[in-house]
């Protein structure tokens, strides 16, 4: 059974960096073909990918948002840490996790909301 | 970059049959996925590579890709059907994801 679940500051304030965990079971990292992705949803708005790590370490972001991204994993903790920089109010946003597998997210983490002010 | 284009709203009466569209440039060469999202919940993939259904999603979730139109159907709808669909790509030519800007299904 896949399971992720996202943790991480509910609250940050303007130019600060954000740092989301991603934490997994019941799947590896290090399996061929295996990633993890991470999505955000601003409240009453559409879904927005952010960026995704594959197994072998390969890394893709977002265009948009890719001078403020960061993706890494830690495959013996089963988990995947995003950093965004130079937050925004505009970044507030639920934000998910998703296990990713041969182009689409077949299992989601319930969502962690980061609200960002002053 | 590519652009995905849903229509925000459908509504459709319990027992009819729903179909929400999901456009883009020659769409009918990449594989479209869709993802059922309800209040408060995250997302929930309900069809992958066009028209394979994940297990435990009913057979009354369908899709087809054509030309510039993807498009989920959903027959006998019912009241628990009404939520947030989402479709999405990968974009090979810039190797990231894409989403639809989303379409809300009122079941009337």
């Known amino acids: 059974q896949i399971t992720l679940k996202e943790s991480g500051p509910t609250l940050v304030k303007p130019t600060q960096t954000l740092t989301l965990t991603c934490t997994f079971s019941?799947?590896?990292?290090?399996?061929?073909?295996?990633?993890v992705g991470w999505i955000r949803q601003p409240p009453g708005k559409a879904l927005e990918w952010l960026a995704l790590?594959?197994?072998?370490?390969?890394?893709r972001y977002s265009p948009s948002l890719k001078s403020r991204l960061t993706i890494t994993k830690d495959t013996s903790k089963n988990q995947v840490v995003l950093t965004m920089t130079n937050m925004d109010p505009v970044d507030t946003a639920t934000y998910y996790c998703a296990h990713y597998a041969d182009y689409y997210f077949d299992y989601w983490g319930q969502g962690t909301l980061v609200t960002v002010s002053s | 970059s590519y652009v995905l284009t849903q229509p925000p709203s459908v509504s459709v009466a319990p027992g009819k049959t729903a179909r929400i569209t999901c456009g883009g440039n020659?769409?009918?060469?990449?594989?479209v996925h869709w993802y059922q999202q309800k209040p408060g919940q995250a997302p929930v993939l309900v069809i992958y590579?066009?028209?394979d259904r994940p297990s435990g999603i009913p057979e009354r979730f369908s899709g087809s890709n054509s030309g510039n139109t993807a498009t989920l159907t959903i027959s006998r709808v019912e009241a628990g059907d009404e939520a947030d669909y989402y479709c999405?790509?990968?974009?090979?030519?810039?190797?990231?994801?894409?989403f639809g800007g989303g379409t809300q299904l009122t079941v009337l």
């Open positions: 790590i594959y197994w072998d370490d390969d890394k």
């Open positions: 019941g799947f590896s990292l290090s399996t061929s073909g295996v990633g």
């Open positions: 999405q790509v990968w974009d090979s030519s810039s190797d990231h994801a894409v």
């Open positions: 020659n769409i009918g060469s990449k594989s």
């Open positions: 590579y066009d028209s």
